[in-house]
């Protein structure tokens, strides 16, 4: 009975990790905004304990900072964290792709394919949304192909970051996307075409354009808080207090 009990409680606080993590990977929560446990419990009509167990996960996931005597926000990475961040996929995406290449180039292309496809749709309906999502899957094929459990396992550990950073910094202009639609396109080729060579060139550079524009975009956040008085200016226009 306690097991069951215990493997209930386990159930529950994935259960809310997950919900969590969805809502801050699809922007619900803003980057740097406060989660407090109370109002979540209170939300979802459970107890503080699955509440706290789930936001010790995503803290491991790097989704969530807890700060000592203030609460839990949501993370708000400066800018050395995000070319850090940007490396690191870097490093790890240049060996998946290349692997995947050499291993399952029919499975993967197909992947890629599937979420270009879904890229065209989003660019259609002018849905950054789910062209984020579109491009997740598409580098998420090279994990998912690879056949190096170590390679996948260390993009998981980083996944649920790089896709809130997709969400919450994507640059909508209609010149950024058609660059980044055009990279993918030349992506998929080269597996279509089985030709390695190319790849790694293509790869970084694309990540490279890509980080540029995040920290652009956490410029200009970092820019727009200062003239609208930080966190407790948000918090005063929530409530209507003036000034």
């Known amino acids: 009975m306690a097991k069951e009990s215990q493997a209930k409680?386990?159930?529950l606080?994935?259960?809310?990790?997950?919900?969590?993590?969805?809502a801050i990977v699809q922007a619900e929560f803003d980057l740097g905004e406060a989660i407090p446990e109370d109002s979540l419990a209170e939300a979802m009509g459970i107890s503080r304990t699955p509440v706290r167990e789930a936001m010790?996960?995503?803290?491991?996931?790097g989704l969530v900072e807890v700060v000592p005597k203030s609460g839990t926000y949501v993370f708000n990475p400066t800018e050395e964290e995000l070319l850090e961040l940007c490396e690191f996929r870097i490093a790890l995406e240049l060996k998946a792709s290349i692997l995947a290449m050499r291993r399952a180039a029919p499975e993967t292309l197909a992947s890629l394919n599937e979420a270009l496809e879904m890229m065209r749709r989003a660019r259609e309906g002018n849905d950054m949304r789910m062209y984020s999502m579109a491009d997740m899957a598409f580098h998420n094929a090279f994990f998912e192909h690879c056949g190096n459990r170590y390679l996948r396992h260390a993009y998981?550990?980083?996944?649920?970051?790089?896709?809130?950073?997709r969400t919450h910094l994507a640059v909508t202009g209609e010149a950024e996307t058609d660059r980044s639609f055009v990279d993918h396109a030349r992506i998929a080729q080269l597996f279509e075409r089985r030709d390695e060579e190319p790849l790694?060139?293509?790869l970084e550079e694309h990540i490279?354009?890509?980080?540029?524009?995040?920290l652009r975009a956490l410029a200009?956040?970092?820019r727009a808080a200062r003239q609208n008085g930080g966190r407790a200016g948000r918090m005063r226009r929530k409530l209507g207090i003036a000034g």
């Open 208 to 214: 490279l354009r890509t980080k540029t524009h995040y």
């Open 220 to 222: 200009n956040r970092a």
């Open 200 to 202: 790694p060139e293509i």
């Open 56 to 61: 010790r996960i995503l803290q491991m996931e």
């Open 156 to 165: 998981v550990t980083s996944l649920a970051r790089v896709s809130a950073l």
């Open 13 to 22: 606080t994935q259960e809310v990790a997950e919900r969590i993590r969805d």
């Open 9 to 11: 409680q386990v159930s």
